[in-house]
Protein backbone atom coordinates (compact mmCIF):
# COMPACT_ATOMS: atom_id res chain seq x y z
CA UNK A 1 0.00 0.00 0.00
CA UNK A 2 1.44 3.33 -1.11
CA UNK A 3 1.06 6.67 0.94
CA UNK A 4 0.58 10.05 -0.57
CA UNK A 5 2.43 13.21 0.69
CA UNK A 6 -1.04 14.15 2.83
CA UNK A 7 -0.59 10.89 5.06
CA UNK A 8 -3.56 8.84 3.36
CA UNK A 9 -3.44 5.90 1.75
CA UNK A 10 -2.79 5.24 -2.02
CA UNK A 11 -4.77 2.45 -4.12
CA UNK A 12 -2.40 1.00 -6.71
CA UNK A 13 -3.02 2.60 -9.83
CA UNK A 14 -5.34 0.80 -12.20
CA UNK A 15 -5.01 0.26 -15.84
CA UNK A 16 -6.96 2.18 -17.96
CA UNK A 17 -7.56 3.11 -21.19
CA UNK A 18 -8.12 6.22 -23.07
CA UNK A 19 -12.08 6.69 -23.70
CA UNK A 20 -12.27 10.43 -25.56
CA UNK A 21 -10.44 13.16 -25.46
CA UNK A 22 -11.24 17.13 -25.03
CA UNK A 23 -9.78 20.79 -25.37
CA UNK A 24 -11.31 21.93 -22.60
CA UNK A 25 -11.95 20.31 -18.65
CA UNK A 26 -15.59 21.44 -18.80
CA UNK A 27 -16.20 19.03 -21.98
CA UNK A 28 -14.24 16.22 -19.69
CA UNK A 29 -16.05 16.86 -16.95
CA UNK A 30 -19.56 16.51 -18.59
CA UNK A 31 -18.08 13.34 -20.07
CA UNK A 32 -17.76 11.90 -16.64
CA UNK A 33 -20.81 13.07 -15.26
CA UNK A 34 -22.51 11.22 -18.29
CA UNK A 35 -21.09 8.30 -17.12
CA UNK A 36 -21.70 9.02 -13.24
CA UNK A 37 -25.20 9.58 -13.95
CA UNK A 38 -25.69 6.39 -15.97
CA UNK A 39 -24.65 4.64 -13.33
CA UNK A 40 -21.26 3.96 -14.34
CA UNK A 41 -18.58 3.42 -11.62
CA UNK A 42 -16.85 6.85 -12.05
CA UNK A 43 -14.43 5.42 -9.15
CA UNK A 44 -12.28 3.53 -12.32
CA UNK A 45 -11.80 7.06 -13.89
CA UNK A 46 -9.74 9.75 -14.68
CA UNK A 47 -8.80 12.83 -16.52
CA UNK A 48 -5.68 13.77 -17.69
CA UNK A 49 -4.30 16.52 -18.54
CA UNK A 50 -1.82 16.88 -21.15
CA UNK A 51 0.59 19.58 -22.88
CA UNK A 52 0.48 22.15 -19.89
CA UNK A 53 1.08 25.49 -20.45
CA UNK A 54 1.63 28.54 -18.25
CA UNK A 55 -1.29 31.56 -19.29
CA UNK A 56 -1.04 34.90 -17.94
CA UNK A 57 -3.82 37.16 -17.90
CA UNK A 58 -3.36 40.60 -18.45
CA UNK A 59 -6.01 42.40 -16.25
CA UNK A 60 -4.90 46.32 -16.26
CA UNK A 61 -2.52 48.72 -15.80
CA UNK A 62 -1.19 48.99 -12.74
CA UNK A 63 0.24 52.42 -10.95
CA UNK A 64 1.21 53.66 -8.02
CA UNK A 65 -2.07 54.57 -7.04
CA UNK A 66 -3.69 51.86 -7.83
CA UNK A 67 -1.51 49.51 -6.34
CA UNK A 68 -2.28 51.27 -3.21
CA UNK A 69 -5.92 51.62 -3.72
CA UNK A 70 -5.77 47.61 -4.37
CA UNK A 71 -3.86 47.71 -0.66
CA UNK A 72 -6.27 49.97 0.90
CA UNK A 73 -9.15 46.93 -0.14
CA UNK A 74 -7.59 43.79 1.39
CA UNK A 75 -6.03 46.16 4.53
CA UNK A 76 -9.69 47.06 5.09
CA UNK A 77 -10.86 43.38 4.57
CA UNK A 78 -7.95 41.93 6.50
CA UNK A 79 -8.86 44.72 9.93
CA UNK A 80 -12.49 44.14 10.07
CA UNK A 81 -11.76 39.97 10.42
CA UNK A 82 -9.52 41.11 12.97
CA UNK A 83 -11.72 43.40 14.87
CA UNK A 84 -14.70 41.35 14.70
CA UNK A 85 -12.56 38.24 16.31
CA UNK A 86 -11.58 40.92 19.31
CA UNK A 87 -14.88 42.47 19.34
CA UNK A 88 -15.92 39.39 21.13
CA UNK A 89 -14.16 39.99 24.27
CA UNK A 90 -15.38 43.22 24.71
CA UNK A 91 -18.49 44.00 27.21
CA UNK A 92 -20.57 46.57 25.26
CA UNK A 93 -21.81 47.58 22.53
CA UNK A 94 -19.82 50.52 21.88
CA UNK A 95 -16.78 49.37 21.99
CA UNK A 96 -17.42 46.45 20.13
CA UNK A 97 -18.37 48.88 17.34
CA UNK A 98 -15.77 51.27 18.04
CA UNK A 99 -12.44 48.21 18.25
CA UNK A 100 -14.16 47.18 14.58
CA UNK A 101 -14.08 50.14 12.93
CA UNK A 102 -10.95 51.46 14.24
CA UNK A 103 -8.99 47.96 13.30
CA UNK A 104 -10.94 48.51 9.37
CA UNK A 105 -9.58 52.21 9.59
CA UNK A 106 -6.00 50.90 10.80
CA UNK A 107 -6.00 47.63 8.44
CA UNK A 108 -6.64 50.15 5.06
CA UNK A 109 -3.86 52.90 6.37
CA UNK A 110 -1.29 50.16 6.59
CA UNK A 111 -2.75 48.37 3.37
CA UNK A 112 -2.90 51.25 1.68
CA UNK A 113 1.36 52.25 2.38
CA UNK A 114 2.01 48.75 2.03
CA UNK A 115 0.92 48.39 -1.89
CA UNK A 116 1.96 51.99 -2.79
CA UNK A 117 5.71 51.09 -0.96
CA UNK A 118 5.86 47.75 -2.70
CA UNK A 119 4.83 48.98 -5.80
CA UNK A 120 7.00 51.91 -6.11
CA UNK A 121 10.18 49.41 -5.33
CA UNK A 122 9.54 47.93 -8.51
CA UNK A 123 10.75 50.44 -10.67
CA UNK A 124 8.39 50.61 -13.17
CA UNK A 125 8.88 46.97 -14.17
CA UNK A 126 5.90 45.49 -13.94
CA UNK A 127 2.89 48.44 -14.40
CA UNK A 128 0.47 46.07 -15.06
CA UNK A 129 -1.99 43.49 -13.23
CA UNK A 130 -2.65 39.92 -14.04
CA UNK A 131 -3.90 36.60 -13.42
CA UNK A 132 -1.57 33.16 -14.18
CA UNK A 133 -3.30 29.75 -14.59
CA UNK A 134 -2.04 26.56 -15.36
CA UNK A 135 -3.93 25.04 -18.77
CA UNK A 136 -3.72 21.89 -20.54
CA UNK A 137 -3.84 21.48 -24.12
CA UNK A 138 -5.75 18.38 -24.00
CA UNK A 139 -7.81 16.55 -21.51
CA UNK A 140 -7.67 12.72 -21.86
CA UNK A 141 -10.93 10.88 -20.28
CA UNK A 142 -9.62 7.56 -18.45
CA UNK A 143 -11.50 4.55 -17.28
CA UNK A 144 -10.60 0.71 -16.92
CA UNK A 145 -9.51 -1.17 -19.24
CA UNK A 146 -12.15 -3.97 -18.58
CA UNK A 147 -14.75 -1.54 -18.61
CA UNK A 148 -13.48 0.68 -21.92
CA UNK A 149 -16.42 -0.79 -23.78
CA UNK A 150 -19.57 -0.14 -21.81
CA UNK A 151 -18.15 3.45 -21.17
CA UNK A 152 -17.84 4.38 -24.96
CA UNK A 153 -21.65 2.84 -25.03
CA UNK A 154 -23.14 5.31 -22.29
CA UNK A 155 -20.92 8.11 -23.42
CA UNK A 156 -22.16 7.86 -27.30
CA UNK A 157 -25.93 7.00 -26.24
CA UNK A 158 -25.67 10.64 -23.96
CA UNK A 159 -26.31 14.29 -25.31
CA UNK A 160 -23.07 15.97 -26.39
CA UNK A 161 -23.32 19.77 -25.96
CA UNK A 162 -22.78 22.52 -28.89
CA UNK A 163 -19.51 23.33 -27.70
CA UNK A 164 -18.38 19.99 -26.90
CA UNK A 165 -15.26 19.50 -29.44
CA UNK A 166 -13.25 16.35 -29.25
CA UNK A 167 -9.80 16.24 -29.89
CA UNK A 168 -7.86 13.45 -32.07
CA UNK A 169 -5.09 11.41 -29.74
CA UNK A 170 -1.60 11.92 -31.64
CA UNK A 171 -0.50 8.59 -32.85
CA UNK A 172 2.51 7.24 -31.00
CA UNK A 173 5.72 6.44 -32.60
CA UNK A 174 5.79 2.59 -33.09
CA UNK A 175 8.95 0.54 -32.06
CA UNK A 176 11.76 0.73 -35.02
CA UNK A 177 11.39 -2.23 -37.24
CA UNK A 178 14.67 -3.47 -39.06
CA UNK A 179 14.99 -2.87 -43.21
CA UNK A 180 14.18 -5.99 -45.31
CA UNK A 181 18.01 -7.51 -46.59
CA UNK A 182 18.01 -8.11 -50.23
CA UNK A 183 19.95 -11.69 -51.41
CA UNK A 184 22.92 -10.31 -53.59
CA UNK A 185 22.98 -11.57 -57.44
CA UNK A 186 25.11 -14.08 -58.48
CA UNK A 187 27.57 -12.98 -61.33
CA UNK A 188 29.44 -15.44 -62.96
CA UNK A 189 28.89 -18.67 -60.51
CA UNK A 190 30.56 -16.53 -57.72
CA UNK A 191 28.00 -14.81 -55.13
CA UNK A 192 28.77 -11.05 -54.81
CA UNK A 193 30.12 -10.28 -51.51
CA UNK A 194 27.67 -8.94 -49.47
CA UNK A 195 27.84 -5.79 -46.96
CA UNK A 196 28.24 -6.83 -43.79
CA UNK A 197 26.88 -5.01 -40.68
CA UNK A 198 29.41 -3.26 -38.28
CA UNK A 199 28.46 -2.58 -35.16
CA UNK A 200 27.55 1.35 -34.03
CA UNK A 201 30.43 2.51 -31.93
CA UNK A 202 30.12 3.68 -28.57
CA UNK A 203 32.20 0.89 -26.52
CA UNK A 204 35.53 -1.06 -26.52
CA UNK A 205 33.49 -4.07 -26.73
CA UNK A 206 32.01 -3.12 -30.40
CA UNK A 207 35.42 -1.50 -31.60
CA UNK A 208 37.11 -5.25 -31.22
CA UNK A 209 34.21 -7.07 -32.52
CA UNK A 210 34.70 -4.84 -36.09
CA UNK A 211 37.99 -5.23 -35.75
CA UNK A 212 37.59 -8.93 -35.85
CA UNK A 213 35.08 -9.00 -38.70
CA UNK A 214 37.54 -6.72 -40.94
CA UNK A 215 40.38 -8.90 -40.07
CA UNK A 216 38.17 -12.19 -41.54
CA UNK A 217 37.03 -10.44 -44.26
CA UNK A 218 40.67 -9.93 -45.03
CA UNK A 219 41.48 -13.57 -44.63
CA UNK A 220 38.96 -14.41 -46.73
CA UNK A 221 39.90 -12.15 -49.71
CA UNK A 222 43.51 -13.54 -49.19
CA UNK A 223 42.59 -17.03 -48.88
CA UNK A 224 40.04 -16.55 -52.51
CA UNK A 225 43.08 -14.60 -53.86
CA UNK A 226 45.55 -17.67 -53.65
CA UNK A 227 43.56 -20.53 -54.90
CA UNK A 228 42.84 -18.24 -58.44
CA UNK A 229 46.71 -17.64 -58.57
CA UNK A 230 46.98 -21.99 -57.83
CA UNK A 231 44.48 -22.95 -60.98
CA UNK A 232 45.98 -20.17 -63.35
CA UNK A 233 49.95 -21.89 -62.31
CA UNK A 234 48.26 -25.47 -63.26
CA UNK A 235 49.42 -27.72 -66.34
CA UNK A 236 48.74 -26.56 -69.39
CA UNK A 237 47.74 -29.13 -72.31
Not at 83 to 107: N, P, Q, R
Request: proline share 6%; charged share 15%.
Amino acid sequence: MQYSPAGGPVSPAADRRLLVSYDNYTAAQRAVDTLSDAGFPVENSAIVGSDLRLEETVTGRLTNGRAALSGLITGAVFGLVVGLFLGLFTSTTTSFIGLVLWSILWGAIAGAAFGFTSHAFTGGTRDFSSRSSIVAGRYDVLVASPMLDQAQALLQGGVQPADTVVVERPPSAGPATASPVTASPVIGGDTAPQATAYPEPGSRADEIRADEIRAEEARAEEAGDAGRTGASRGPRL
